[in-house]
């Protein structure tokens, strides 16, 4: 955790005591800064209150855990906001249902357009690991709330 990021965290807790042992993560959305800087924002704006990526035993990462609080970082590295997770489950990619893809808050919030952009990202994130994207291929669905902005 850098400095900044660990301050950011410490001006949290001053407000929310309770959270001291609820640090998940800090981390920015997507594969690049353009995607990174798009997210952020709508999650900013209450637009987007779920996320989704490929299993995280891929990347060799525990689960996220309900209560669990991440620090986003913008495009730049800075943190931008604390999201706590709701909910999550692991599903096939095929079966991530309309209103997931809607509470993602991305395009047009359809099943469609959801399917269409996260095979690309799947496509491209899964050459790092030299695998294939597969449809039947098992992702975590993460909902959160936004619980902190400054």
């Known amino acids: ?35 990174a800087d798009e ?22 990462l525990p689960l996220p855990f309900i209560g669990g ?7 730049q590295g800075m943190p931008r906001g604390i999201i706590r997770t709701t909910k999550c489950e692991v599903v096939p990619f095929h079966e991530v ?3 997931f893809a809607y509470s993602e808050g991305e395009d047009d919030r359809t099943l469609e357009s959801w399917r269409y952009h996260h095979e690309a990202y799947f496509t491209r994130e899964m050459k790092a690991y030299e695998m294939n994207f597969d449809p039947g291929m098992r ?12």
Do not use: Q
């Not at 609080?69 to 495009?75: A, F, V």
């Not at 992702?139 to 400054?150: A, D, H, I, S």
């Open 1 to 35: 955790m850098t400095e900044i990021i660990a301050e950011y965290w410490k001006a949290y807790l001053e407000e929310h005591p309770e959270a001291a042992d609820l640090y998940d993560s800090a981390w920015a959305f997507g594969d690049n800064d353009r995607l």
């Open 39 to 60: 997210l952020l924002a709508l999650v900013l704006e209450g637009v987007k209150t779920a996320m989704n990526y490929e299993l995280n035993e891929v990347r060799g």
């Open 69 to 75: 609080h991440s620090i986003i970082l913008d495009s």
């Open 139 to 150: 992702v975590v669905c993460e909902n959160f709330e936004l619980v902190y902005r400054k």
């Open 97 to 99: 249902t309309a209103e």
